[in-house]
């Protein structure tokens, strides 16, 4: 209702800014008329006083009075030729126009290309409901409210990173990525996180500015595959093949067989030297989504949303059981856990990384930190 009473106000104003003006235009006209035929009855005045005092002869007087007499013709001729241009039939027809035909246009389209019969919708009611009943977009302007209200909330900076890199906006991730960084402090895990980012943003290019955290990733955790993958990726596309080479064999080296990530940096080793390449192209879980599983999972059922999610992160638990010695990995399996709810695996998974690295203090640190992150520790 409140909406109807808005309209037909906005609508009231808008006709009257049309006849207002006919009706102002017309009363400034007929002013300027009578204050020009004042002015030729002072000046007949004015030469009778004149004849009457003897500063003129008598055919002088008269030669005045017929040529003002002329003037005084013309401007009733003048008005005439006005009433009927902006008489009273034309102005009412254009407030008809105005205050009827206007408004009756507008509800026409409205009725047209509206949805006048759709309940209303309000934003704050769709965000507030369950997070189960509410579409990718809504879960993410949700987020987006809250983190506008605390931007220094470092775990929703580090819940919504991930998901503007599944929808494809890239430079969003960056900055969410960055911000998690600001606040929770530098890692091999966010440094690599940024850097995919902004190569994403840029069509797959390393550009300096990813380059550059890529190699603070690296130079936070020496072992960490992504940000070698990565500089391994930038080498290449710089053109240093010899280096770019050397860099995929070191990747290689000691690798496990069944990493995802295996296949690719094979292809590209054997592409580089010239060899034929045996081994399957690229693949989606190696260099991320593409734009076909964006589209796929901008389509899917909350249900099946999330049942993507947790096959994503199950993978990730079947990868570190194989390949249990690495510690970024555990720390985001926790995270994952903990984002999905499942704070009792979370708490397994924490365990498992104590039994693993239990002579190893610093890898054992990156896992407590992002266990305490996460909230399953105090």
Do not use: C
């Not at 400034?28 to 009457?52: A, N």
């Not at 995802?260 to 081994?279: D, F, H, I, K, N």
Request: without cysteine.
């Amino acid at each position: 209702m409140l909406l109807w009473i808005v309209m037909a106000v906005l609508t009231a104003i808008a006709s009257l800014s049309i006849v207002v003006p006919l009706y102002r235009r017309r009363r400034t006209d007929r002013s300027y008329l009578r204050e020009e035929l004042s002015v030729y009855r002072d000046q007949l005045g004015e030469i009778d006083r004149d004849l009457g005092r003897g500063l003129i002869a008598e055919a002088e007087a008269e030669a005045a009075r017929t040529e003002i007499s002329r003037r005084i013709l013309r401007t009733g001729d003048a008005a005439d030729d006005d009433a009927h241009r902006s008489g009273e039939p034309a102005r009412r027809l254009a407030a008809a126009v105005a205050v009827v035909l206007v408004p009756l246009a507008a509800l026409g389209l409205y009725l047209t290309l509206g949805s006048p019969e759709l309940p209303d919708q309000p934003i704050a009611a769709r965000m507030s409901a369950p997070p189960q009943e509410q579409d990718i977009a809504a879960l993410v302007a949700r987020v987006e409210t809250h983190l506008a209200a605390n931007p220094d909330d470092a775990r929703g900076w580090e819940l919504i990173g991930p998901v503007y890199m599944r929808m494809g906006r890239f430079g969003d991730a960056a900055v969410a990525f960055a911000n998690s960084i600001r606040l929770l402090g530098p890692s091999a895990e966010r440094e690599a996180d940024v850097g995919e980012a902004i190569m994403r943003a840029n069509g797959d290019v390393v550009t300096p500015e990813a380059r550059a955290a890529f190699e603070r990733a690296r130079d936070l955790d020496e072992n960490a595959m992504r940000p070698r993958f990565y500089l391994a990726v930038a080498l290449d596309q710089e053109g240093r093949t010899n280096d770019a080479i050397a860099a995929w064999r070191r990747l290689l080296d000691g690798a496990p067989a069944n990493a995802r990530w295996v296949a690719v940096a094979r292809q590209e080793l054997a592409r580089l030297e010239g060899a034929p390449a045996g081994a399957p192209g690229p693949t989606a879980d190696a260099r991320g989504p593409t734009a076909e599983d964006i589209r796929a999972a901008g389509e899917m059922t909350p249900d099946e949303r999330m049942a993507m999610i947790g096959g994503m992160v199950d993978s990730l638990a079947a990868r570190l059981a194989d390949n249990p010695d690495d510690a970024e990995g555990w720390a985001r399996l926790i995270r994952s856990y903990m984002v999905l709810g499942r704070a009792d695996e979370a708490n397994a998974a924490l365990a498992k990384a104590r039994g693993e690295f239990d002579g190893d203090a610093e890898k054992l640190a990156v896992v407590e930190r992002q266990a305490r992150e996460s909230g399953l520790i105090e």
